[in-house]
T-cell receptor, first 112, second 113 residues
Framework: QKEVEQNSGPLSVPEGAIASLNCTYS??????FFWYRQYSGKSPELIMFIYSNGDKEDGRFTAQLNKASQYVSLLIRDSQPSDSATYLC????????????FGAGTQVVVTP | DGGITQSPKYLFRKEGQNVTLSCEQN?????MYWYRQDPGQGLRLIYY???????QKGDIAEGYSVSREKKESFPLTVTSAQKNPTAFYLCASSIANSNQPQHFGDGTRLSIL
C-alpha cells in the first residue's frame, strides 16, 4: 500500500462545475496536509494546507480533512480552464521534522 | 523577491559524466530538499538538509551526492553511477522543524545525450 494515494484521473469537469479530488494516507500519525498544483512541464505551486479536522476555504478552493478516516480532499468551485493541471497531495508525518510524502497526483481537465 | 532559483533549466549528460544542478534560495530557510519526478509520477525525495554542513539520504539517494556549505545553496550532483538520470529535478526549501509548507524552484530537466 502506498503511503499517499490519489486517483490518477483524468478527472473531466465542465467549466463552472465543482471538481472534487480525494487523497488517502496510511500513517495515522500524519499531522500536516498540503495540496499543490502542477501545470504540465512546470514545478508544483502550493494551493492550500490544512492541519485540523474540518474545512478550510481559500477563494474557490476548499480543503477538507478527516483524520479518523485518513483522507483529505480538495474542492475547486466554479472550475475554470486555467484549473486544468495535476494536483498533488502531500502529507507530513508526525515523526518527520519536515519530510513530505507525495501522492502521484490527479490530473484535472476543465472543459469549456 | 524571495524565492528559489534552479539552474540550468535544461541539462544534457553524456555517458560516464557527472553533472551538477544548482539550487539557491533567499528565503532564509534552514531546510532544503531535492526531488526527482518521472513522467506521470509523484515526487521522490533524493536528499534533504536541515542545517548547514548536514544532510541525509532520502528514498532514492543512490547515484546522487549533495553538499550544504552555505545556508542559501544546496547543489545536487548526478553521478555516472545513476544509470537512469533522465527526469525532472526539483529543489525545495522550508522552515525546519515546522508544519510550514515547502516551496519549489522552477526545476531542471535532465536528459541523456
Amino acid at each position: 500500500q502506498k503511503e499517499v494515494e490519489q486517483n490518477s484521473g483524468p478527472l473531466s469537469v465542465p467549466e463552472g462545475a465543482i471538481a472534487s479530488l480525494n487523497c488517502t494516507y496510511s500513517d495515522r500519525g500524519s499531522q500536516s496536509f498540503f495540496w499543490y498544483r502542477q501545470y504540465s512541464g512546470k514545478s508544483p505551486e502550493l494551493i492550500m494546507f490544512i492541519y485540523s479536522n474540518g474545512d478550510k476555504e481559500d477563494g474557490r478552493f476548499t480543503a477538507q480533512l478527516n483524520k479518523a478516516s485518513q483522507y483529505v480532499s480538495l474542492l475547486i468551485r466554479d472550475s475554470q480552464p486555467s484549473d486544468s493541471a495535476t494536483y498533488l497531495c502531500a502529507v507530513k508525518r508526525a515523526d518527520s521534522w519536515g519530510k513530505l510524502q507525495f501522492g502521484a497526483g490527479t490530473q484535472v481537465v476543465v472543459t469549456p | 523577491d524571495g524565492g528559489i532559483t534552479q539552474s540550468p533549466k535544461y541539462l544534457f549528460r553524456k555517458e560516464g559524466q557527472n553533472v551538477t544542478l544548482s539550487c539557491e534560495q533567499n528565503l532564509n530557510h534552514d531546510a532544503m530538499y531535492w526531488y526527482r519526478q518521472d513522467p506521470g509520477q509523484g515526487l521522490r525525495l533524493i536528499y534533504y538538509s536541515q542545517i548547514v554542513n548536514d544532510f541525509q539520504k532520502g528514498d532514492i539517494a543512490e547515484g546522487y551526492s549533495v553538499s550544504r556549505e552555505k545556508k542559501e545553496s544546496f547543489p545536487l550532483t548526478v553521478t555516472s553511477a545513476q544509470k537512469n538520470p533522465t527526469a525532472f529535478y526539483l529543489c525545495a526549501s522550508s522552515i525546519a522543524n515546522s508544519n510550514q509548507p515547502q516551496h519549489f524552484g522552477d526545476g531542471t530537466r535532465l536528459s541523456i545525450l
